[in-house]
């Protein structure tokens, strides 16, 4: 089976710290992604990777940057966070491209900023 | 993506087959028929996907009619366990995104 773990699944932050979520995948999948899931919003895709050091913007980028330095993590980074990134965040990663290559999620890490 | 239109709710008895509809009449070609889950503060859960042919799995069936217009996820044996919103997902391996999906729940 295919195993998505991401670091943390809650975590409280203060306005203005540098955040880091950890994601590991373990199927040696090529692809991974990152979105956030709000009420109402639906699920929305921050960043995505292709390959080890590539990486490309989503919908909604502002705010983050990932890493991704090894194939099975990537990692998400709120540089500045705001109460406005308070949501849930799901990793995912799927093996390749195209509409038969289903996307695996994590447990999501529920984040608040206060 | 196409749009596809999934009934809010449904109940089911544990034991019992639990069959979730799913419309999609605006499908394209190279779309594949999608099922996901989530229970209550988890990640979305991948069941089962298709093209146009039946498919089974360990968790579940996936029934897609011949003019692909819509679908039936079969899950055979219901469990308390299996009460979650299923969302059915017409991609075409653009953009993922989840519609309201159906909460089903699975009661004694």
């Known amino acids: 089976d295919v195993k998505v773990t991401q670091s943390s699944r809650y975590l409280v932050k203060r306005t203005g710290e540098k955040v880091f979520l950890e994601c590991v995948q373990d199927m040696d999948h090529e692809n991974m992604f990152w979105y956030r899931q709000d009420p109402g919003l639906g699920l929305r895709l921050i960043y995505f990777s292709y390959d080890v050091k590539m990486k490309e913007k989503g919908d909604i980028p502002e705010g983050y940057s990932v890493s991704r330095e090894k194939k099975e993590r990537f990692s998400l980074i709120l540089e500045s966070a705001s109460t406005n990134q308070t949501s849930m965040y799901l990793c995912?990663?799927?093996f390749g491209w195209g509409s038969n290559q289903p996307q695996h999620f994590g447990d999501g890490t529920r984040l608040s900023i206060l | 993506d196409a749009k596809t239109t999934q009934p809010t709710s449904m109940d089911c008895a544990e034991g019992r087959a639990a069959n979730l509809p799913c419309n999609h009449s605006t499908i394209s070609g190279n779309e594949y028929v999608y099922w996901y889950r989530q229970i209550h503060s988890q990640g979305p859960q991948y069941i089962i996907h298709?093209?146009?042919n039946n498919e089974t799995n360990e968790m579940a069936s996936l029934i897609i009619t011949e003019d692909r217009k819509s679908s039936t996820l079969i899950l055979p044996h219901a469990t308390l366990r299996d009460t979650a919103v299923y969302y059915c997902i017409a991609w075409g391996g653009n953009k993922l995104t989840f519609g309201t999906g159906t909460q089903l729940k699975v009661e004694l």
């Open positions: 298709g093209l146009k």
């Open positions: 995912a990663s799927s």
